[in-house]
């Protein structure tokens, strides 16, 4: 079972260009999140969603999309990538219904330059 | 709103015990513990739940007062693999969850 999966692992991005990050879970999970992680900070939600075709914005949205296709994709877009972006993200899913566990995958360390 | 943690770092040897607490401005109807080693992602150690139904890891306790919103962590004869930095938060909602900034142990042999 490989859980949740997260790439790149690492990125560097120039100001300006656009990517995605890539998560896929493989638990059947509803619900899927975003998270970035700055020194000092804890994780800040950035977008989630409680199912395919279900998205909605968390704490720190600017400059990020997301969408959900399927059941085991949630891609987060950089639309168009800047200093302040550069951060650890994490990827986390869970079951419906709530107060489950919360899988996260290993992170992708960006760096915007 | 993020529940506030304390202390904010504790230095253990091993075997010590250390205490690390959560308070919330908010009501609280459960808490989640995770705990994150350095470089790696967040793992679940446990949920508390109203009524005191906990779930999670079996070497670790921890208590949860409804009335004054705040939980406790109780870490006994501590291990190096209980290095760390411990997240708590309110319970989830659509699967979101939401932490404190954290309270970094160190173990030392």
């Known amino acids: 079972n490989a859980g949740v999966t997260q790439t790149p692992k690492f990125q560097v991005l120039k100001t300006g260009q656009s990517m995605t990050l890539q998560c896929a879970q493989d638990?059947?999970?509803?619900?899927m999140s975003w998270y970035r992680q700055d020194p000092g900070m804890g994780l800040r939600l950035i977008h989630y969603?409680?199912?395919?075709?279900?998205?909605d914005q968390g704490e720190v949205p600017n400059g990020y999309n997301v969408s959900r296709s399927t059941t085991e994709d949630f891609p987060l877009r950089l639309l168009s990538a800047a200093p302040s972006q550069t951060s650890v993200y994490f990827c986390a899913s869970s079951y419906r219904p709530e107060n489950t566990e919360a899988f996260f995958g290993q992170g992708t360390r960006l760096t915007v330059v | 709103q993020q529940p506030v943690q304390s202390p904010q770092a504790v230095i253990l040897r091993e075997g010590e015990d250390a205490v690390i607490n959560c308070s919330s401005s908010k009501a609280l109807y459960s808490v989640h513990w995770y705990r994150q080693k350095h470089g790696e992602a967040p793992v679940f150690l446990m949920i508390l739940l109203k009524g005191g139904e906990q779930k999670g890891h079996e070497k670790i306790s921890a208590s949860f007062n409804e009335k004054k919103q705040q939980s406790s962590l109780y870490l006994t004869a501590s291990q190096l693999s209980y290095s760390g930095t411990y997240f708590c938060?309110?319970?989830?909602?659509?699967?979101?969850?939401?932490f404190g900034q954290g309270t970094i142990l160190t173990v030392h042999p």
């Open positions: 969603s409680v199912g395919a075709g279900i998205t």
């Open positions: 638990m059947n999970h509803e619900y």
């Open positions: 938060g309110p319970g989830t909602s659509y699967g979101k969850l939401t």
